[in-house]
């Protein structure tokens, strides 16, 4: 079966070398890539408004433009011998908002995954993930999300980190593609327990043997950490570990929410070297 991955780009460094990575993680697979951007018209608010219309001299010149750089972007594959039989490419050119057009060709194409990096080229450099990321991982609910920093290793994960409070009764169509990235790069997940008590209570008890069932067919291990917050005890694991990958379910919020808004991950981040993968409770 082919997979459909969608990737979101600017054109910045960033989105080149997330692009790299991808066709990297993905090199064994059957995929048709949509390579992606979103255009909107630049200056006044006002002005945009009334120039966005389709056949507006304004509209076709963005779009234009748009259309030139996916050009010189398919063009940069193809210099540098990209020829993998099993890849299909696809170029699109939308306007509108980057969250609004990825949920609407997700739908259209019946996308599997949406790949893009961790900031484009108006973000802050003191900031890990950007603005534009931030909102796709937090709004886009219909597909699963990765995004990759721009320094991330262009090698398979070996070693996937999946934080857990053990509070949330997952489903395992959710942690589906968190599975198949790790069966296909022979990859061991950590699961990482951030500890408020010693104990774990019985619906927790029940939860991670429902992880138990569902990691069954590929390596993993159990780990806690206590008496820290998600985004140091996370961070500080993946340093230590040299992991290569966090993977976690995006619970409305809730657990996702508390990561996000967390000023170590707006502010620092996690490790630039790893990229994130966003699942989504399918009950929200």
């Known amino acids: 079966m082919r997979r459909k991955l969608l990737f979101a780009t600017d054109f910045s460094k960033n989105a080149w070398q ?12 059957y995929c048709d890539f949509y390579i992606l951007h979103v255009f909107s018209l ?19 010149t963005a779009k234009l433009e748009a259309q030139d750089s996916l050009a010189k972007l398919a063009d940069k594959l193809a210099l540098k011998e990209y020829h993998n039989p099993k890849h299909h490419f696809e170029y699109l050119c939308r306007f509108g908002t980057v969250v609004e057009v990825i949920k609407n060709v997700v739908e259209e194409k019946d996308i599997d995954m949406v790949i893009m990096g961790s900031k484009g080229t108006s973000a802050s450099k003191s900031k890990i993930l950007g603005s534009v990321s931030i909102d796709v991982m937090e709004k886009v609910r219909n597909c699963p999300v990765l995004v990759v920093p721009e320094t991330a290793k262009h090698v398979l994960p070996k070693e996937i980190v999946f934080p857990t409070s053990y509070k949330t009764h997952y489903k395992r169509r959710e942690l589906q593609y968190l599975i198949a990235i ?25 939860n991670k043997a429902l992880l138990e069932d569902y990691f069954q067919d590929i390596p993993h291990s159990y780990h806690r950490l206590s008496h820290t917050d998600v985004p140091t005890a996370t961070n500080c694991f993946v340093e230590s570990r040299a992991s290569d990958m966090v993977a976690f379910i995006n619970k409305k919020h809730a657990f996702f929410g508390s990561i996000l808004t967390h000023p170590l991950v707006k502010e620092i981040g996690y490790d630039t070297k790893v990229p994130l993968l966003i699942m989504h409770d399918l009950r929200n």
């Open 18 to 29: 997330a692009l790299l990575y991808a066709l990297e993680l993905y090199q064994k697979a």
């Open 42 to 60: 630049k200056g006044d608010p006002i002005k945009r408004l009334i120039a966005m219309e389709p056949g507006s001299e304004a509209y076709e």
């Open 182 to 206: 790790a069966k296909t790069c022979d990859a061991a997940v950590r699961i990482l327990h951030m500890a408020k008590t010693d104990h774990l209570s019985d619906t927790q008890q029940s």
